[in-house]
Nanobody, 121 residues
């Protein structure tokens, strides 16, 4: 089994910064893509940013230039540095990892429990 533990959410004012982290643990053989999603009240969950094991990144248009995703493969950890936060960035942020478990042939998608980010105006 694989667990994802997220840290770093909180309440900040517009223009401030937050850094989220997500550490994967358990029976891990390899991790392909790691990503951050968010879900605002009344809205669908959306992709914020993703990073492959090779370091290729992808961002939602709404966060380009403000957010930076990175990962430490040795620690099975992904980070999301969020700068110049806006009220519309408010939501629950979820970590996602596509993992091949030990002794397994296939990859599976795992989710963290979510961490609340609230940006006040």
């Amino acid at each position: 089994q694989v667990q994802l533990m997220e840290l770093g959410g909180g309440l900040v004012q517009a223009g401030e910064s937050l850094r989220l982290s997500c550490a994967a643990s358990g029976s891990i053989f390899s991790i392909n893509v790691m990503a951050w999603y968010r879900q605002a009240p009344g809205k669908q969950r959306e992709l914020v940013a993703s990073v492959t094991s090779g370091g290729s990144t992808n961002y939602a248009d709404s966060v380009k230039g403000r957010f930076t995703i990175s990962r430490d493969n040795a620690k099975n950890t992904v980070y999301l540095q969020m700068n110049s936060l806006k009220p519309e960035d408010t939501g629950v942020y979820y970590c996602n990892a596509v993992v091949r478990v030990r002794d397994g042939l296939y990859e599976y998608s795992y989710w963290g429990q979510g961490t609340q980010v609230t940006v006040s105006s």
